[in-house]
């Protein structure tokens, strides 16, 4: 039963801190995405790759935010340094060009 | 507002009714997705819709697709209780963005 897996599940640390989110989408799969979740925003896109390659981090908070896909098998979102407003569940997401996404179970994220 | 704007933001029914969602949009798309998310998990695809269909089922589920007025309708017949979720729908521009609506939060109440 394949599955988007993201660590860790939980992360809380303190303004200032590097945090960084991992995620290993479904074999196969040529995009993947990663998203943000608030109450106040609800789920915004912060960046889409496709074979690999940044195709739109428009998102993405430049300054403080980076993510990345060393290889196919891991995806990366850093946040350096953390803030508060921050706070939040973090999505992943992968799937094929023009079909369905297939979200992991997030990264609730608190900075403190 | 933005692209896929999903109409009510909360619906709540009595077990057995009919649950209906509707999804509005902006620019041209390629297909729309429609996802479920129950509280504090990751969102679960319900159904896709491409451009040039205009009508889609699966199990108790009935998708439609107006692409010359830009929505979309999510009809969930014979709710059940476990049907409670939000509810979101997912437009894509032919790969180039992918963006969610708000949601609507849907309460089957037994």
């Known amino acids: 039963d394949a599955r988007v897996t993201q660590t860790p599940r939980h992360k809380v640390t303190e303004m200032g801190q590097e945090v960084t989110m991992r995620c290993q989408p479904i074999l196969g799969h040529n995009t993947v995405f990663w998203y943000r979740q608030t109450m106040m925003q609800g789920l915004e896109l912060l960046a889409y790759f496709r074979n690999r390659a940044p195709l739109d981090d428009s998102g993405m908070p430049k300054d403080r935010f980076s993510a990345e896909m060393p290889d196919a098998t891991l995806a990366t979102l850093k946040i350096q340094p953390s803030e508060p407003r921050d706070s939040a569940v973090y999505f992943c997401?992968?799937?094929?060009?023009?079909?369905?996404?297939?979200f992991g179970p997030g990264t609730r994220l608190t900075v403190l | 507002s933005q692209q896929g704007e999903e109409d009510p933001q909360a619906l709540s029914i009595q077990e057995g009714e009919n649950a209906t969602m509707n999804c509005s949009y902006k620019t041209s798309i390629n297909n729309l997705q429609w996802y479920r998310q129950n509280s504090g998990r990751g969102l679960v695809h319900l159904i896709l819709?491409?451009?040039?269909?205009r009508e889609k089922h699966s199990g108790r589920l009935r998708v439609t697709l107006d692409t010359s007025k830009k929505s979309s309708s999510l009809l969930i017949t014979a709710s059940r209780a476990a049907d409670t979720a939000s509810y979101f729908c997912a437009t894509d521009n032919y790969g180039q963005n992918f963006v969610f609506g708000p949601g609507t939060r849907l309460s089957v109440l037994p």
């Open positions: 819709i491409r451009s040039n269909e």
């Open positions: 997401a992968s799937g094929l060009t023009g079909n369905e996404q297939f």
